[in-house]
């Protein structure tokens, strides 16, 4: 498959509350660069991304070595998703997208 869950994007409005539960809650560990990013302690499996700013959404992972950003972006179009206006900033390697029921999820290439 060209795409797998990268992240769980929870909207939390405390990030070191949430990242002190989900690390124990999960036996995930906080990433150094970012304590907000919280990875399988095997590194095998999707992360967990703390956020007080997102809607809870999924981001799927473009595997780039069989498919692209775009490519993917409109096959799932092409299975009833819909594009979200959003703004993105210069350069955005991500594209915003709502399935059938209206959930947001990002194509992160």
Same mark, same amino acid.
């Given at each position: 498959?060209?795409?797998?869950?990268?992240?769980?994007?929870?909207?939390?409005?405390?990030?070191?509350?949430?990242?002190?539960?989900?690390?124990?809650?999960?036996?995930?560990? &906080?990433?150094?660069?970012? &304590?907000?990013?919280?990875? &399988?302690?095997?590194?095998?499996? &999707?992360?967990?991304?703390?956020?007080?700013?997102?809607?809870?959404?999924?981001?799927?992972?473009?595997?780039?070595?069989?498919?692209?950003?775009?490519?993917?972006?409109?096959?799932?179009?092409?299975?009833?998703?819909?594009?979200?206006?959003?703004?993105?900033?210069?350069?955005?390697?991500?594209?915003?997208?709502?399935?059938?029921?209206?959930?947001?999820?990002?194509?992160?290439?």
């Amino acid at each position: 498959m060209a795409v797998s869950v990268g992240s769980v994007v929870l909207n939390v409005s405390n990030i070191g509350r949430a990242e002190e539960f989900w690390s124990k809650a999960l036996g995930y560990v &906080p990433q150094p660069d970012d &304590p907000a990013f919280l990875a &399988p302690e095997n590194g095998e499996g &999707p992360r967990l991304h703390l956020d007080d700013r997102d809607r809870t959404h999924l981001d799927l992972w473009v595997n780039r070595q069989d498919s692209d950003l775009q490519t993917e972006a409109e096959r799932l179009i092409s299975l009833g998703a819909a594009r979200v206006d959003w703004d993105y900033p210069p350069n955005a390697d991500f594209v915003v997208l709502a399935d059938t029921e209206g959930n947001l999820l990002c194509v992160v290439a």
